[in-house]
């Protein structure tokens, strides 16, 4: 019987995108074991783990102090041997920097994970992003480890492909949906939250979510814009975009680092336009997930934030900042509502945000239909935790999970 679980990957609480997901994980968990868990969850912001969850949560410290270097050190280690089960989670499968553990997790993984296998504990994958592993040594570190899981729930196509594409056999690996899509949202504090923006929350709004990564992720092939050029683009096309539909702009943060330059933006609006500034400094993901849920329309770059405001059945759009954008709208259906950063001008972008606003009456349609299959998808992968809580093989969930997937494909 699993009494505790150790939940590794982004858990700052700076992330409410990150936060969502692992409320999804525990809440999947909870219901299917038919009991309240205990999870340990290595961060450096042990208040919002300890307060801003429904479930039984242990947060541990790994600052330096702890003898910690971010997820490397004693507090992780001593996390993993004490648990039954650790679960990783999330899009922190990548090489970028891959020696810094300040900034890249595969590489501490690497080099405690295959230690704890050895003592017989027991490890999965459950709601990962993998990629992008460009170096020998990050495909390497990256193959070897999926071969330890005793299970492997990808995220979207696009990260089993890459698994596959390095070799890992493990027979266990499955292609499920964000974990985040089954959080569940705050409604009591939305107007609350809207009229505290300056937003008169029944009227129709549009939102907009901006990354601080600009195009560095993009994949263009071409150095990035840089943030003037960045903020000039979203002046523009916004303003444009209001010309036509008068509608109130509400920027969602989902995320600590994106405020600076969400403000840029803001500021450089139009004077007259109406705008409001959301964010998860002063919202849970409960909250924010709530507020994105009252929108007519988000453009949006963090993925998350386009899964919280989607799954909350809101329209949405997505700028391509990474790939992983459009593999999740992509997962449902919407390929289209998709705009790349070799389209990032003005008049394109302006274009795109007006067209999915006249469509998102049809967009609204179509998310009733699809969010709750993938939500259903999401939360199959606790059926594999239920395995191995019964003593089971994780292969012996396989059928079950299969019968699922193939529920929402038909």
Known sequence: MIKSITLLGSSSGRNAGDA????????SVDRRLGRRVSYEIPTINPRYIRECYDNDTVPVGMMPWHMSVKMLGLPTWRSIMRTDLTLIFDAILFDRSLYNPLFNFLSSLYLMLPRAKRAGKKMAYMNVGAGPVTTPAGQRMLRELSELMDFIAVRDQSSYDILAGLGVKNPNMVTAADSALTCP?????????YKAAGVDPSREILAVNVNRYLDTWAGTGRPSMGREAFVNVYREALNKVWREIRAPIVFISTQHHDVEITKAVMDSLNPEIPRGHITNTTCDHYDIKGAAGRVGLLFGMRLHAIILTSS???PV?????????????RTLGMEEQVLKFDDFNPDAMAAFILKNWRDRHALRERLKVVIPRQSALADATSLFVE?????RPAADARPAFEAVRGSVSA
């Open 387 to 391: 395995a191995i809580d019964q003593g």
């Open 20 to 27: 969502a997901l692992i409320a999804g994980i525990m809440d």
């Open 185 to 193: 949202a705050h409604d009591k504090k939305v107007d609350e939250l």
């Open 317 to 329: 759009c997505g700028l391509r900042y990474q790939p992983k954008v459009e593999h999740y709208l």
């Open 312 to 314: 909350a059945g809101a």
